[in-house]
Nanobody
């Protein structure tokens, strides 16, 4: 069984930054791609970013491209999401997830383990 624990969420003003962390345990972290998703009130969960098992390749949703950066430290079993130039529309619960694949994973059904989520609120 895999446990994913997110941290780093909070309240920030528009234009500010936050760094989310997701610590993993229970399965060989470095073998699998990781992803970040988010869900705003009244909306469906949406893809934010993904990173391959090695960390050499990343991909982002158009809405966050150029502002967010996903990275991982396989020695620490941790994946990060650096969020800059935050906008009120970035307000959501952010979830990290572990894919069943090693390659970039864009869809929820490619992931079999999820964290509990961390709230990010961006005020205008």
């Amino acid at each position: 069984q895999v446990q994913l624990v997110e941290s780093g969420g909070g309240l920030v003003q528009a234009g500010g930054s936050l760094r989310l962390s997701c610590a993993a345990s229970g399965r060989t972290f470095s073998s699998y791609a990781m992803g970040w998703f988010r869900q705003a009130p009244g909306k469906e969960r949406e893809f934010v970013a993904t990173i391959t098992w090695s960390g050499t390749t990343t991909s982002y949703a158009d809405s966050v491209k150029g502002r967010f950066t996903i990275s991982r430290d396989n020695a620490k079993n941790t994946v990060y999401l650096q969020m800059n130039s935050l906008k009120p529309e970035d307000t959501a619960v952010y979830y990290c997830a572990q894919s069943t694949y090693g390659s970039l994973s864009y869809y929820s059904n490619m992931y079999n383990f999820w964290g509990q989520g961390t709230q990010v609120t961006v005020s205008s």
